[in-house]
């Protein structure tokens, strides 16, 4: 059974960063994908970056060239750098996973791909 627990959540000023954690356990699939997803109150769940088990990345347009996904080396935990926060992308953050044969990436960005989902982790910026 696959268990995807988020950390690294919390409150920052606008401007600031914050790392979030995806530790993945139960991972037994040689391709996989994981991604960022965020929901903020009212609005529909959408991704805002993706990894591949080759390394290849994929990011939404207004997280670009401000986040980062990247994974360990032993791939057993993938992290989001988000810098230059801005009150907007406050909103719970979920890291999702699917262990699933090489596929066009843009259809990862669908949520209702993924077959495993962590608990969520908040983020909150001020402005």
């Known amino acids: 059974q696959v268990k995807l627990v988020e950390s690294g959540g919390g409150s920052v000023q606008s401007g600031g960063s914050l790392r979030l954690s995806c530790a993945a356990s139960?991972?037994?699939?040689?391709?996989?994908?994981v991604a960022w997803f965020r929901q903020a109150p009212g609005n529909e769940r959408e991704a805002v970056a993706i990894i591949d088990s080759d390394g290849s990345t994929s990011y939404v347009d207004f997280v670009k060239n401000r986040f980062t996904i990247s994974q360990e080396n032993d791939k057993n935990t993938v992290q989001l750098q988000m810098n230059s926060l801005k009150p907007e992308d406050t909103a719970m953050y979920y890291c999702?996973?699917?262990?699933?044969?090489?596929?066009?990436?843009?259809?990862?960005?669908?949520?209702?791909?993924?077959?495993?989902w962590g608990q969520g982790t908040q983020v909150t910026v001020s402005s």
């Open positions: 139960g991972v037994t699939s040689s391709s996989y994908y």
């Open positions: 999702a996973a699917d262990p699933r044969p090489k596929t066009l990436m843009a259809l990862m960005f669908d949520p209702n791909k993924y077959k495993y």
